[in-house]
């Protein structure tokens, strides 16, 4: 059974840190590429950072310097560094992936649980 499971989350003050992970299991062969999501209160989902299967980085400009995406590869995990929080980067954080199985099917689109983020003031 081919899973994303986002950990790392949690409760930290304003100007703390947190590292989100987000690991790929199962049959799986590689990360092509993945994104991190986050759902505001307002139930808007948004794109915070995403990585490329040739390591190219995007970002929100809300977290540009702040946010940093990465991957390992061997640990078929993304992670999401987050420095400097803001209380307004309080929302549920999702990891968004596609798979390359072992079987070499493109599983695209593939979503975690979530892993809540609150930062409070």
């Known amino acids: 059974q081919v899973q994303l499971v986002e950990s790392g989350g949690g409760l930290v003050q304003a100007g703390g840190s947190l590292r989100l992970s987000c690991a790929a299991s199962g049959t799986i062969r590689s990360i092509i590429g993945a994104g991190w999501y986050r759902q505001t209160v307002e139930n808007r989902r948004e794109l915070v950072a995403g990585i490329t299967s040739g390591d190219k980085t995007n970002y929100d400009d809300s977290v540009e310097g702040r946010f940093t995406i990465s991957r390992d590869n061997a640990k078929n995990t993304v992670y999401l560094q987050m420095n400097n929080l803001k209380p307004e980067d309080t929302a549920v954080y999702y990891c968004?992936?596609?798979?390359?199985?072992?079987?070499?099917?493109?599983?695209?689109?593939?979503w975690g649980q979530g892993t809540q983020v609150t930062v409070s003031s």
């Open positions: 968004s992936a596609d798979l390359m199985t072992m079987q070499n099917q493109i599983l695209r689109d593939f």
